[in-house]
Nanobody, 117 residues
Framework: LQLVESGGGLVQLGGSLALSCVVS???????????MGWYRQAPGNQRTLVAQ??????TTYADSVKGRFTIARDTKNTIYLQMNNLKPEDAAVYYC??????????WGQGTQVTVSS
C-alpha cells in the first residue's frame, strides 16, 4: 500500500490550496469502505489529524480548520483537501492515511504547505 500526496506549495495569507492523495495497492476492506484522513505536522509538533472522511462520505474536522477546509474523496483511490483562507498556523507537511488510527508503516512523503504573510 502506498500513499502519494501532492498539491502543496507556497501561498499567501488568506489564499487557497488543493491537496490530493492517491492510494495505490490494496486495502483489505476496499478503498471505498475505509475511513481516510488528512494529517499535518509542523516543525516541533506532533502529527495531528485535521480532517477525516468515512467510506460513506461523512466528514469531521479539527476545530482549527472547521469552516475553512473541505475533505472529499472519490470511489476509486483519491482523497482531496481543499484549504481556504489559509493562516500561518496551517503551515505544515500534510499527509494522508487511514483515520482516525493511521497505519504507521505506510506514511507517504507528505506535501509541504507554506503560508506567507
Amino acid at each position: 500500500l502506498q500513499l502519494v500526496e501532492s498539491g502543496g506549495g507556497l501561498v499567501q495569507l488568506g489564499g487557497s490550496l488543493a491537496l490530493s492523495c492517491v492510494v495505490s495497492g490494496s486495502l483489505s476492506s476496499g478503498f471505498d469502505r475505509v475511513n481516510m484522513g488528512w494529517y499535518r505536522q509542523a516543525p516541533g509538533n506532533q502529527r495531528t489529524l485535521v480532517a477525516q472522511i468515512s467510506g460513506g462520505g461523512v466528514t469531521t474536522y479539527a476545530d482549527s480548520v472547521k469552516g475553512r477546509f473541505t475533505i472529499a474523496r472519490d470511489t476509486k483511490n483519491t482523497i482531496y483537501l481543499q484549504m481556504n483562507n489559509l493562516k500561518p498556523e496551517d503551515a505544515a507537511v500534510y499527509y494522508c492515511n487511514i483515520a482516525p488510527k493511521p497505519l504507521i508503516n505506510i506514511w507517504g512523503q507528505g506535501t509541504q504547505v507554506t503560508v506567507s504573510s
